[in-house]
């Protein structure tokens, strides 16, 4: 069964600088997709990146970078150059085929950032 | 284009009622989601369904129920509402494609007192 592990509740990161949110995963699929995504105070769901199993390279989108190690099925959010606006709920999300592309969450991790 | 639109955005119930949350997509979309979200916490899904007359359990499916009688359409139902299920509460839809956009209504809050 597919399971999503957010270990960091919550962090602090300073403004300007880099931070990685770490997102683990458990799965017997070969075949399945990791996506990050951002709640901020609002309420709406913002798509942030996404990583495919059979992805050979990290996936990046402007300032967010997947650092996705498969053997260790871990799928780390990085942040470079953080800023003001980046303080939200950040959630990891896995869908398999097995299990009819259900898509699960993780538990989140909120991040604050300092001016 | 709309989107995921969800319907009501805010409603109060009883303990005891019931009502139906509404979910409407005009993409076309094959796969669709109810999700739940308690405060501070992440999003659990409740049901979802992987095409027109398709239905199946996630998560946290117990006082809930849905249907989906047409591709563009699904509704949840609160029967006997409890105060633990008031929570935001997302659908989503996404097409058939394991990389596929996943898009989500705005969130519908609930409130049972």
């Known amino acids: 069964a597919q399971k999503i592990t957010q270990t960091q509740p919550g962090m602090f990161v300073q403004e300007k600088e880099a931070v990685t949110l770490d997102c683990t995963y458990d799965?017997?699929?070969?075949?399945?997709?990791l996506f990050w995504y951002k709640q901020p105070s609002s309420g709406e769901m913002i798509f942030l990146i996404y990583?495919?199993?059979?992805?050979?390279q990290n996936a990046t989108e402007g300032r967010y970078s997947l650092n996705f190690q498969k053997a260790r099925k871990s799928a780390n959010l990085v942040i470079s150059a953080s800023q003001l606006g980046d303080s939200a709920m950040y959630f990891c999300?896995?869908?398999?085929?097995?299990?009819?592309?259900?898509?699960?969450f993780g538990s989140g991790t909120r991040l604050l950032v300092r001016p | 284009n709309a989107g995921v639109t969800q319907t009501p955005k805010f409603r109060i119930l009883k303990i005891g009622q019931s009502m139906t949350l509404q979910c409407t997509q005009d993409?076309?979309?094959?796969?669709m989601y109810w999700y739940r979200q308690d405060p501070g916490m992440g999003l659990k899904l409740i049901y979802y369904?992987?095409?027109?007359?398709?239905?199946d359990k996630g998560e946290v499916p117990n006082g809930y129920n849905v249907s989906r009688s047409t591709t563009e359409d699904f509704p949840l139902r609160l029967e006997l509402a409890a105060p633990s299920q008031t929570s935001v509460y997302f659908c989503?839809?996404?097409?058939?494609?394991?990389?596929?956009?996943?898009?989500f209504g705005e969130g519908s809050w609930l409130t049972v007192v």
């Open positions: 369904s992987v095409g027109a007359g398709i239905t």
């Open positions: 999300a896995m869908r398999e085929i097995d299990s009819s592309y259900k898509l699960i």
């Open positions: 993409m076309n979309h094959n796969y």
């Open positions: 799965t017997s699929d070969p075949s399945y997709g």
């Open positions: 989503a839809s996404t097409a058939t494609g394991l990389f596929d956009t996943i898009y």
């Open positions: 990583q495919g199993s059979y992805d050979q």
